[in-house]
């Protein structure tokens, strides 16, 4: 470990992923102890044009005794190197090995014996595939999902056909650059320097994002065909989204209390496909990373969120393996029902 650009008590180090067709490939895990050790580690995984740099959600969690880890995925923040394309891929599955790797860190070099993942946006989709590809491991204990990226935010008459369109482009020119993408509206309502409160850098995560490359909107579109077939993601899941969401790419006030990046009602309808105990918690007054909301739904997001731990995981953790609540297992709905498992409204 060395120092992390956070400085202390935050260190980091550089996982060695080999090389890929542009060049070698890094991920790095950065690293904040507890005072006294639980046993107990969070490993946060960050969104798309992002990268972590939330010290008050890693303060909540050390707060409380659990060791807090933050995976930088390849081609993203402290890991995207000069020679690559940032935050691209092929298929979602390319970041398994980092994660493999940052859970046999915290697990058997790190000791520690209880492991909740927390996700963020596309780090939902991605760790969702990988706790199902995973689910005969024993490797994660329970999923909080913080807006999770489980369908393209467009109507259904526009995303499938563009869809289908870039799933033929991406196997011929998998680096074009689409005429669509992010918005600078969600950043200008998060940045310091704009008309939000935190202060992060623009290089690695830019208002209005890094270019949407074919190859990687089809990396997308697969996975989450996945997931909306069905996972079998055995952990209990938590997946918290905003109550509204902004549409408009031009700023407006509502933007701050709202959803400016996913449909929110995506979320909840396909969250019960992740397994067969999912929680789900809708915010009203959230952002997209709700732990950058306004401080009093921050607070009722830790709150939900403490809550969900200590009926879960506290009493998993000390159980064994398998649900310990007093929830009776749910099946999926079928395809087209918002309904969710142990839905909360937390407002």
């Given at each position: 470990?060395?120092?992390d650009i956070l400085g202390a008590?935050?260190?980091?180090?550089?996982?060695?992923l080999g090389r890929d067709d542009?060049?070698?490939?890094?991920?790095?895990?950065?690293?904040?102890?507890?005072?006294?050790?639980?046993?107990?580690?969070?490993?946060?995984?960050?969104?798309?044009?992002?990268?972590?740099?939330?010290?008050?959600?890693?303060?909540?969690?050390?707060?409380?005794?659990?060791?807090?880890?933050?995976?930088?995925?390849?081609?993203?923040?402290?890991?995207?190197?000069?020679?690559?394309?940032?935050?691209?891929?092929?298929?979602?599955?390319?970041?398994?090995?980092?994660?493999?790797?940052?859970a046999q860190i915290i697990r058997e070099r790190?000791?520690?014996t209880t492991m909740l993942v927390n996700a963020h946006?596309?780090?939902?989709?991605?760790?969702?595939?990988w706790a199902h590809a995973r689910r005969d491991a024993g490797i994660v204990d329970g999923l909080f999902m913080n807006s999770p990226f489980f369908d393209l935010n467009a109507p259904w008459f526009v995303r499938r056909p563009l869809v289908a369109a870039v799933t033929r482009l991406h196997r011929r020119k998998p680096y074009r650059v689409l005429p669509?993408?992010?918005?600078?509206?969600?950043?200008?309502?998060?940045?310091?320097?704009?008309?939000?409160?935190?202060?992060?850098?623009?290089?690695?995560?830019?208002?209005?994002?890094?270019?949407v490359r074919s190859g990687w909107l089809a990396a997308i579109a697969r996975a989450q065909?996945?997931?909306?077939?069905?996972?079998?993601?055995?952990?209990?899941?938590?997946?918290?989204?905003?109550?509204?969401?902004?549409?408009?790419?031009?700023w407006h006030d509502d933007?701050?209390?709202?959803?400016?990046?996913?449909d929110v009602e995506h979320i909840v309808r396909w969250a019960p496909r992740l397994g067969q105990h999912v929680t789900v918690a809708r915010f009203d007054g959230g952002k997209h990373d709700l732990t950058l909301s306004g401080p009093a739904v921050r607070e009722r997001v830790f709150t939900e969120l403490d809550r969900w731990i200590g009926g879960y995981l506290d009493v998993t953790a000390s159980a064994g393996p398998g649900p310990a609540t007093e929830s009776a297992p749910v099946s999926p709905p079928p395809a087209g029902s918002a309904t969710a498992v142990g839905a909360a409204e937390a407002s």
């Open positions: 470990m060395e120092p008590p935050y260190e980091r180090e550089t996982i060695d542009e060049g070698p490939v890094v991920a790095t895990l950065v690293r904040r102890r507890a005072e006294r050790p639980t046993g107990r580690a969070v490993l946060y995984v960050h969104g798309y044009c992002d990268y972590f740099f939330q010290t008050h959600l890693a303060d909540h969690f050390v707060e409380r005794g659990w060791d807090f880890y933050a995976l930088d995925l390849r081609k993203y923040g402290r890991s995207l190197l000069p020679h690559q394309t940032p935050n691209f891929c092929l298929d979602l599955s390319e970041y398994f090995p980092e994660l493999d790797a940052a790190d000791g520690n946006s596309t780090g939902g989709l991605i760790t969702a595939l669509l993408g992010l918005n600078s509206v969600y950043g200008q309502s998060i940045h310091a320097e704009h008309r939000g409160e935190w202060t992060y850098d623009l290089t690695w995560k830019p208002l209005g994002g890094f270019g065909r996945q997931l909306r077939s069905g996972l079998q993601i055995p952990a209990p899941v938590l997946v918290a989204c905003s109550t509204r969401t902004y549409r408009s790419a031009k933007a701050t209390v709202a959803d400016a990046v996913l």
